[in-house]
T-cell receptor, first 114, second 117 residues
């Protein structure tokens, strides 16, 4: 049982390049989330998904797109990377609607945009 | 909008002492939940403890307890008998209701705890 995994672990992009971050979970969780963490700050929600094919915007969605074609995978895309998107990206999942269910986090992807 | 405030950027504590990390929150929703996560230097997010707004008792998980004072809107984390391995960033987070039952988390800025031997 791997939990939540993220690919890649590190990436360096040049301004204007595109990339996709992959999040996978093997716990059959319905809900998945993408957060970003800037230096010295807490996590901020980018987008989230409530099931296959259904996504919604979080607090900081601009410059990102997401897709959830399979229940176990949640993709985060950057179409034209900017230096302001340099951050650590975390994916998380949770089983359902129960309020006290914790979110399980992946190990993070460190992205640098030059 | 919900808001989480952690006023202690850093704390230094002697090993084996108890430590309290402060968290205050602001919400108009009568139903809410508060989480504490630990982030060691390796970067992963580790769930510690949860408190629901309607829970009658303060939450406890091993050496972790939550001092929940609803009227003051505070949810402080108490770590008893601190250990060197407790050195990490600690984040307080509040659940915000999202689409179709999703629970969006709003995080504070964190407190860096250092345990001295």
């Amino acid at each position: 049982n791997a939990g939540v995994t993220q690919t890649p672990k590190f990436r360096v992009l040049k301004t204007g390049q595109s990339m996709t971050l992959l999040c996978a979970q093997d716990m059959n969780h319905e809900y998945m989330y993408w957060y970003r963490q800037d230096p010295g700050m807490g996590l901020r929600l980018i987008h989230y998904s409530v099931g296959e094919g259904t996504t919604a915007k979080g607090e900081v969605p601009d410059g990102y797109n997401v897709s959830r074609l399979k229940k176990q995978n949640f993709l985060l895309g950057l179409e034209s990377a900017a230096p302001s998107q340099t951050s650590v990206y975390f994916c998380a999942s949770t089983i359902g609607q129960g309020y006290r269910y914790e979110q399980y986090f992946g190990p993070g992807t460190r992205l640098t945009v030059t | 909008a919900q808001k989480i405030t952690q006023t202690q950027p850093g704390m230094f504590v002697q090993e084996k002492e108890a430590v309290t990390l402060d968290c205050t929150y602001d919400t108009s929703d009568p139903s809410y939940g508060l989480f504490w996560y630990k982030q060691p230097s390796s970067g992963e997010m580790i769930f510690l403890i949860y408190q629901g707004s309607y829970d009658q008792q303060n939450a406890t998980e091993g050496r972790y307890s939550l001092n929940f004072q609803k009227a003051r809107k505070s949810a402080n984390l108490v770590i008893s008998a601190s250990q060197l391995g407790d050195s990490a960033m600690y984040f307080c987070a509040m659940r915000e209701n999202g689409l179709q039952g999703a629970q969006k988390l709003v995080f504070g800025q964190g407190t860096r705890l250092t345990i001295n031997p």
